[in-house]
């Protein structure tokens, strides 16, 4: 089995930071991409950012320069380092992970369970 487990969010001010963690774990042979995604109330779910295994990313246009995201490959893990947070961001953030069980399976998209920032105004 696999686990994604975020950490990291909380309540916090406009204009200020949080950094969220997303730990995989489990039966993993390989991680592709891992990415970062948001869901505010009403709204779908939307790509924040996303990191290949080599270190290539993507942000979601809006985000550029106050959102981060970063891994540690040795320790299954992805980070998104948010600034200068507005009211807007608030959202339940999940994090994804395209990973292979074995060597012998295809990658599968494997989902945390979330962690809700708030930023109050």
């Known amino acids: 089995q696999v ?11 406009t204009g200020g930071s949080l950094r969220l963690s997303c730990a995989a774990s489990g ?31 993507t942000y979601a246009d809006s985000l550029k320069g106050r959102f981060t995201i970063s891994r540690d490959n040795a ?5 998104l380092q ?7 961001d608030t959202a339940v953030y999940y994090c994804s992970a395209d990973l292979r069980t074995t060597a012998y399976r295809p990658a599968n998209t494997y989902w945390g369970q979330g962690t809700q920032v708030t930023v109050s105004s």
């Open 75 to 79: 320790k299954n893990t992805a980070y």
């Open 82 to 88: 948010m600034n200068s947070l507005k009211a807007e």
């Open 27 to 57: 039966t993993i042979f390989s991680i592709n991409a891992m990415g970062w995604y948001r869901q505010a109330p009403g709204k779908q779910r939307e790509l924040v950012a996303s990191i290949t295994t080599r270190g290539s990313t």
């Open 3 to 13: 686990q994604l487990v975020e950490s990291g969010g909380g309540l916090v001010q």
